[in-house]
Each structure stands twice: as C-alpha cells, then as structure tokens.
C-alpha cells in the first residue's frame, strides 16, 4: 500500500516518561500524546514504540518465583501489557483516535518475510486513521528487558518503516554536556553528528523503571543515522514537547545526518 504524504515519525516512549517519574503509569502524559498527535495530524503520522508494561504490572501484583529475576519481569509484562494498551485506548479514543497492538521481537527483523509483514500491517493500520503502538514480545524475548527499554527496538522499527524521524522521549532536555552536568548546570548539546563524540559526554544513569539509560540512546541514533534518518532526544515529561520541538521552543538534542541535514530540516519543519 502506498505511504502517504505525511511525514512519518516513529515516537518511543520509555517507562520513566509513561510514569512521569512515579510508581504509576500516569494518564494525564498519555493524554498529552494523544493532544498532541491530534494537533499534529494533518502533517505528521505516527508511530509509538511503548515501554511501561512491566510498571503497569506493578501496580497491581507482586509476584513471587524462585527463579530468575528476568521471568518474573517476562511474567509481568505479561500481565500489564494489556492494562497498558487499555490506557492507550481509552485515552486515546477521548480524542477521536484508534489505536493496534502490535507485539515484535527481534527475530522479526532477521526474516525477510517477517519484515514485509511488519511493514505491509503498519502501512494498512496508518492509512485506516489507526496508531500503531509497538511493544517487544516481553514474554518470548528478553534482550529489552534487560538492556535497552526499547531504544533499540525503536531504532529498527523507524529502518523498517522508513521513517523521516525518531523521537526518543526522556526524562532530560536531550543529552547534556559532561561538563555541565557534573557542574549541575545541564547544557543541552542541541545537535550532533558525531556519535562517537555524542557517546563521549554520557554519564552513566538509569531511570526509577526504565533499563536504558543514555547509552542506549545514542545506540539507537548510530542505527538510524546508518539509516539516514534523523534521531530527537526530547524531554518527554514537558507539556506538548512533540509540538514545542517541532517550532523550536525548547532545547533538545538533534542527532542529524551530515550529508542529508538541509533535506531532513526541510522535511521535518517545514
């Protein structure tokens, strides 16, 4: 099915940002997405890369298991991947927006067919007005889980689907110089080209539920800038950050593709 002329974002959005730092996945930041996508439509479509299943899952159970910590965190993703996407849902359908389950895993990016099936689904459900909310497969794959919070996952599926851009919302206005935050005074590094120096001002950190960190990251911006597509590390606990980024009201970091940078700017802002 042929894309539309909209503009294609891929939006991940990890645990720390769905439970604006608390112990509960907060309804009141998914209704901001959804406003913002509503504000937002006309130009842009989206796709949303979701952690928070397992944040979900603690708000209702406390599992025992003399097992390994990994299964437990299999199980409750289990259980609160539903409880998720009924919040996704109903929040969503307040606005006037339909949202699709879609569960990937990372063999689904190894097999050619898998991949065309991937794309050919999320290109029917964006052209029927339906919001594509992406998860990894917590109960058959453990790789985001344990290391990434679904950066990586993000990273792939934004290549799969030819996206024009990624927003990887955080709990910080993008990555900050080294410096600055061991001075505390947190100078946002705006744009970037270099990966490797990008990985060189990273402090070491992981949010309250999140697995992630900033290395994971600038991990997922190396994928898509292989890619030639351009990576927004934005501040996902701000009202509106999509929207304020998008008319450069706020400070964020911008991983661009040196020899793509005029095109991309043209496509995103304009």
Known sequence: MDRSDKK??????????????T????????????????????????VIVSSGAIAVAKQFVNLESNGKEINVKQALASIGQPHLMRIFQESFRDLGLLTSQCLLSYSDFEREQSKKNIVNTINVLVANNYIPIINEND???TD??????????????ACLLEAD????????????????????????????????????????????HGTGGMQSKIQAA?????????????????????????????????????????????????
């Not at 959804?34 to 504000?39: K, L």
């Open 8 to 21: 294609r974002i891929i939006l991940k959005m990890g645990s720390n940002v769905l439970t604006k730092g």
């Open 23 to 46: 112990d509960h996945i907060s309804r009141g930041k998914i209704e901001d997405i959804g406003r913002q996508i509503v504000a937002l439509q006309d130009t842009y479509e989206f």
């Open 139 to 141: 109960t058959v794959a």
């Open 144 to 157: 985001e889980i344990q290391f990434g919070d679904n950066d990586k996952l993000a990273a792939l599926t």
């Open 165 to 208: 851009l990624l927003v990887i919302a955080t709990n910080t206005n993008g990555i900050c110089t080294k410096e600055s935050v061991e001075n505390s005074t947190y100078d946002t590094i705006e744009e970037v080209d270099d990966i490797e120096s990008l990985a060189s001002e990273i402090v070491s950190s992981i949010s309250i």
């Open 222 to 270: 190396s994928i898509t800038q292989n890619a030639d597509i351009e990576t927004w590390i934005v501040n996902g606990l701000e009202d509106n950050f999509m929207v304020n980024a998008i008319d450069k009201k706020i400070s964020f970091t911008r991983v661009v593709v040196e020899n793509r940078k005029q095109s991309l700017e043209n496509r995103v802002y304009e």
